[in-house]
């Protein structure tokens, strides 16, 4: 099974996506040192890859 983000920079390539948006829920605290989605997905990523703040 793949993990969150490996399936959507798979996704991402298969459509040939110029863009990836992801929230940014969960970067913050302990979850962003164990890998959260978002950062993985610009690590990974060979589009552009936009965070968008969905947590206050």
Same mark, same amino acid.
């Given at each position: 099974m793949c993990k969150p /983000?490996?399936?959507i920079v798979a996704e991402a390539q #298969?459509?040939?996506a110029d #863009? &990836? =948006?992801v929230g940014n829920k969960? &970067?913050?605290g302990l979850s962003r040192v164990l890998g959260a =989605? /978002?950062?993985e997905v610009t690590h990974? /990523? #060979?589009c552009e890859v936009l965070i968008v703040k969905t947590t206050s």
């Open positions: /983000a490996e399936s #298969l459509a040939g #863009l &990836i =948006v969960r &970067i913050q =989605v /978002a950062p990974h /990523a #060979l």
